[in-house]
């Protein structure tokens, strides 16, 4: 296995993500930002959080498989949120759980980063998830 995900004792616990990957492969691999877009364009959950998160992480795994890789390859999560605020983790972590099983995400996920933004690049995207993965 390429990618070992832990959290080291003495870290915060619990997370919905580990502290710590370790990728042992040569074959590099970006996701840039997906958002909650189907492939013709079309806005997907337009107002819902949990729903955007979900179809985002689903495009995520279609950029990750297109380069023969799943979740499990993946080093490290960053998600930005529009308008954040800590009453919204709910919202964002049913997104995700929603999603998980269908799309081989394994929770706790891989390091992962939340960040708050005022906007995206269109008023409608609540969410933008981009991933890196490593394979043999």
Do not use: C
Not at 39 to 67: F, I, S
Not at 99 to 109: F, Q, T
Request: aromatic share 6%.
């Amino acid at each position: 296995m390429t990618v070992k995900h832990f959290t080291p004792e003495g870290m915060l616990q619990p997370t919905p993500y580990h502290h710590v990957a370790v990728g042992t492969g040569s074959k590099h691999i970006h996701v840039s930002g997906q958002v909650a877009r189907n492939a013709d364009g079309t806005p997907v959950a337009v107002g819902d959080l949990a729903g955007q998160v979900a179809q985002a992480l689903r495009n995520t795994a279609l950029g990750l498989r297109g380069a023969g890789a799943t979740f499990a390859d993946v080093l490290r999560l960053t998600f930005y949120v529009t308008k954040w605020s800590p009453e919204k983790i709910d919202d964002f972590m049913t997104g995700v759980e929603t999603v998980a099983d269908e799309i081989g995400l394994r929770l706790p996920m891989a390091p992962a980063s939340l960040i708050g933004v005022d906007h995206l690049f269109e008023p409608d995207v609540l969410v933008e998830v981009e991933a890196t993965a490593v394979l043999d």
